[in-house]
């Protein structure tokens, strides 16, 4: 006599029946996923809402190390690469179902609620929907934070060098007086007389270092600008 073969689909079915009928499992299932849909809302609520903790009792013997940052190690980023820290609530991206996911994952492990939420992005992130590189922390007090997801895209790889000038006043007007030397550097010898010397280089020196000058102040003020120590915990749309 030949066996049967299993079929597991059988014996899934049979295994489910043990726990009530169709219906009832089917409102179990309902169940569960609406209180899912409540908490996520929640959390939602929580990311853009007003209320928030200065720290998130979290179980230590539970974290992971490489998660953990002090406020003084984001500040350092932030100013290289011309980022923000903020509450969550001024964040105007969009908060992908993994974040939302790593969130009730800690909270069950931990058995807390997460609040008080920061976020690491671009100034732009915050006034409207972008996808760069945007991280998102936690507190744990005494200055320290906890990241709970990273997503979007990475930055480019110059951003650092690009906005060093942003830095200080120093570093902007050492680019000032480097894009002088180029521009001074690229009009011809004899524009201006016929025999040019060093004392007449000077001057155009100082003519295009004026101009340049006078064109990234304008630039500065007219948009609003500051230096990155300034604006990487400002909340003010004017600094970015």
């Not at 915050?126 to 991280?135: H, I």
Request: hydrophobic share 40%; glycine share 4%.
């Amino acid at each position: 006599m030949l066996l049967q073969r299993t079929n597991i689909q059988d014996k899934l079915i049979k295994e489910r029946s043990k726990h009530g009928t169709s219906e009832d499992i089917l409102a179990q299932v309902q169940r569960v996923f609406e209180e899912d849909r409540l908490r996520e809302k929640g959390i939602i609520d929580t990311l853009k809402g007003t209320d928030k903790d200065d720290f998130v009792p979290f179980d230590f013997d539970l974290l992971d190390s490489e998660r953990i940052f002090h406020v003084k190690q984001i500040k350092k980023i932030c100013v290289n690469y011309r980022l923000r820290f903020l509450d969550s609530k001024y964040f105007k991206g969009k908060y992908p179902q993994a974040a939302l996911d790593e969130i009730k994952y800690l909270e069950n492990k931990h058995q807390t609620t997460l609040n008080g939420f920061k976020i690491i992005a671009p100034s732009k992130m915050f006034v409207l929907e972008k996808t760069d590189d945007p991280l998102l922390f936690a507190p744990m007090g005494n200055g320290y934070f906890y990241l709970i997801h990273k997503w979007g895209n990475d930055l480019h790889p110059l951003r650092k060098l690009m906005m060093w000038p942003y830095k200080s006043f120093e570093n902007l007007i050492v680019l000032i007086v480097l894009l002088s030397l180029v521009a001074t550097a690229l009009i011809p010898d004899g524009l201006f007389t016929k025999n040019q010397d060093f004392s007449q280089d000077i001057m155009v020196f100082f003519f295009m270092f004026k101009s340049i000058a006078a064109v990234v102040l304008f630039y500065g003020f007219a948009l609003g600008k500051n230096f990155n120590p300034a604006i990487w915990n400002s909340k003010y749309d004017k600094t970015r």
